[in-house]
């Protein structure tokens, strides 16, 4: 029975990555963050109880060094970074590392390729194929999360909630729900997949916090605060789409962003986690609740109590 105890993550600086580590810590795990020997990367940082080694992506030694002795390989590295896995692959097998888990943590991209958004998403795509070309020399899980809802509401009210206007945006008439994962959620998917080897072993898994609509997200946040928040903003799936198209054609990668709510958002897609694709129940990891994850946002940015 394979047994997982020692992890090294790539790329734990950034926006997920803190998340993952946290909960690696907090589940017993001995994890070691790697570095590029190029970051300037320093906020926020690995805690301390964290060893760090710098190490060079672009060198097969740096990377095999690295992994030695890990038993799996968590990358989290950002989209400059996708292409590099590769490499970093190549060298886990060298170093007899057990499990890789790539760095994917949004839309299922399994299901892309026949999407505009797989065009952008073909970096991750391809390290996925690759890890199932090598599958008898290393075992490999994916996992898609959906949107970042705590960090997407933070950032950008998820493109629906306007907070200091007090008003919403929709796409389409806003009642398709869409798949989202709380970056705590990510952190736990990732160690419960870690403490299940044997079930998760060479599967891309389907995760969620819990899946909402645009609709949904404003009446909680109406209900909570006990104001309007009317929608004076209203697109429609298809023109995002195209405009995507338009930005991709002339290299913008802001594309993205057009592509993803389309693909969240369109009236009748159906991409959000049907109960049948979702992996929650196999990895034994609890659902999460809208009104609770938008309280905790509210609290946050100070409009509750
Ligand atoms: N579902 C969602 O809503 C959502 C939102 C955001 C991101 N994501 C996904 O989550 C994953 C992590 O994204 P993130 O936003 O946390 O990433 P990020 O903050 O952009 O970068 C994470 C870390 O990757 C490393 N990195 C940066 N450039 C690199 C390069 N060229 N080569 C290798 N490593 C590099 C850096 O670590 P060092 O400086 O320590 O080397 C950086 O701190 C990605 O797969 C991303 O697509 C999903």
């Given at each position: 029975?394979?047994?997982?105890k020692?992890v090294?993550?790539l790329g734990?600086?950034?926006?997920?990555?803190?998340s993952?580590?946290?909960?690696?810590?907090s589940a017993?795990?001995t994890?070691?963050?790697?570095?590029r020997?190029?970051?300037?990367n320093s906020?926020?940082?690995y805690?301390d109880?964290?060893?760090?080694?710098?190490?060079?992506?672009?060198?097969?030694?740096?990377?095999?060094?690295?992994?030695?002795g890990q038993d799996a390989?968590?990358?989290?590295?950002?989209?400059?970074?996708?292409?590099a896995?590769?490499l970093?692959?190549?060298?886990a097998?060298?170093a007899?590392?057990?499990?890789f888990?790539?760095?994917e943590?949004?839309?299922?991209?399994r299901?892309?390729?026949d999407w505009?958004?797989?065009k952008?998403l073909k970096?991750?795509?391809?390290?996925?194929d690759?890890?199932?070309e090598?599958e008898?020399e290393?075992e490999?899980t994916?996992?898609s999360?959906?949107l970042?809802?705590?960090w997407g509401?933070?950032?950008?009210?998820?493109?629906t909630?306007?907070l200091?206007g007090k008003?919403?945006?929709?796409?389409?008439?806003?009642?398709?729900?869409f798949?989202?994962?709380?970056?705590?959620?990510?952190?736990?998917a990732?160690?419960?997949?870690?403490q299940?080897?044997?079930e998760?072993?060479?599967?891309y898994l389907?995760?969620?916090?819990f899946?909402a609509?645009q609709?949904?997200i404003?009446k909680?946040v109406e209900e909570?605060?006990?104001?309007?928040?009317?929608?004076v903003?209203?697109?429609?799936?298809?023109?995002?789409?195209?405009?995507?198209?338009e930005k991709?054609?002339?290299?913008?990668?802001?594309?993205?962003?057009?592509?993803l709510?389309?693909?969240?958002?369109?009236?009748?897609?159906g991409?959000?986690?049907?109960e049948?694709?979702?992996?929650?129940?196999?990895?034994?990891l609890?659902y999460?609740?809208?009104?609770?994850?938008?309280?905790?946002?509210?609290v946050?940015?100070?409009?509750?109590?």
């Amino acid at each position: 029975m394979v047994s997982i105890k020692t992890v090294a993550v790539l790329g734990g600086t950034g926006n997920l990555g803190p998340s993952i580590v946290r909960q690696l810590l907090s589940a017993g795990f001995t994890v070691t963050g790697l570095t590029r020997l190029t970051s300037t990367n320093s906020t926020p940082a690995y805690p301390d109880t964290v060893t760090v080694h710098k190490v060079d992506f672009a060198s097969f030694d740096s990377l095999k060094t690295a992994f030695d002795g890990q038993d799996a390989v968590v990358s989290v590295v950002g989209s400059p970074g996708i292409p590099a896995q590769k490499l970093a692959v190549d060298a886990a097998i060298a170093a007899g590392v057990k499990r890789f888990i790539p760095s994917e943590f949004g839309v299922n991209t399994r299901k892309v390729r026949d999407w505009p958004i797989g065009k952008i998403l073909k970096g991750k795509v391809e390290v996925v194929d690759y890890l199932i070309e090598r599958e008898g020399e290393i075992e490999w899980t994916g996992l898609s999360t959906g949107l970042f809802f705590d960090w997407g509401l933070e950032k950008h009210g998820l493109s629906t909630i306007n907070l200091q206007g007090k008003t919403s945006s929709l796409v389409d008439s806003g009642n398709e729900k869409f798949q989202v994962s709380t970056l705590a959620q990510v952190g736990r998917a990732v160690v419960k997949i870690l403490q299940r080897p044997e079930e998760t072993r060479n599967k891309y898994l389907v995760t969620s916090s819990f899946q909402a609509s645009q609709n949904e997200i404003i009446k909680v946040v109406e209900e909570l605060t006990g104001e309007k928040y009317p929608v004076v903003n209203r697109e429609k799936a298809d023109d995002l789409q195209k405009a995507g198209e338009e930005k991709l054609a002339v290299g913008d990668f802001r594309a993205f962003i057009d592509f993803l709510r389309a693909y969240n958002h369109k009236d009748g897609v159906g991409n959000a986690v049907k109960e049948e694709e979702s992996a929650n129940g196999l990895i034994g990891l609890e659902y999460e609740d809208l009104r609770g994850s938008v309280r905790e946002w509210l609290v946050k940015a100070g409009v509750i109590s």
